[in-house]
């Protein structure tokens, strides 16, 4: 079994920077990818990026592009989102999901760090 646990969330203005961690533990050696997703009370949750690798085999949801960057450390069994030039609408609950080896769903979840962005 995989755990996964963030922290780094928190209450931020409006252009500022927020680095979101998520550790792992566990089996972690059979996860295949780590995403970030957030989730707006009353609304559906939403992927905002995931990483297989590092420096290669990254996505980011469009509204994100360019401001949020997302990582992981396979060794350390970690991933980062390091989101710069927050915006109001950024505002959400932030989960960390991990698709393990030969499944093709984010079946892991963590239990979510809430940001707030004030404008």
């Known amino acids: 079994q995989v755990q996964l646990v963030e922290s780094g969330g928190g209450l931020v203005q409006a252009g500022g920077s927020l680095r979101l961690s998520c550790q792992a533990s566990?089996?972690?050696?059979?996860?295949?990818?780590m995403a970030w997703f957030r989730q707006v009370t009353g609304k559906e949750r939403e992927f905002v990026a995931a990483?297989?690798?590092?420096?290669?085999?990254?996505s980011y949801a469009d509204s994100v592009k360019g401001r949020f960057t997302v990582s992981r450390d396979i060794i350390r069994s970690k991933s980062s989102l390091q989101m710069n030039s927050l915006k109001s609408e950024d505002t959400a609950v932030y989960y960390c999901?991990?698709?393990?080896?030969?499944?093709?769903?984010?079946?892991?979840w963590g239990q979510g760090t809430q940001v707030t962005v004030s404008s």
């Open positions: 566990g089996n972690t050696l059979s996860i295949y990818a």
């Open positions: 999901a991990a698709k393990l080896i030969k499944t093709s769903d984010w079946t892991i």
């Open positions: 990483v297989i690798r590092s420096q290669t085999g990254t």
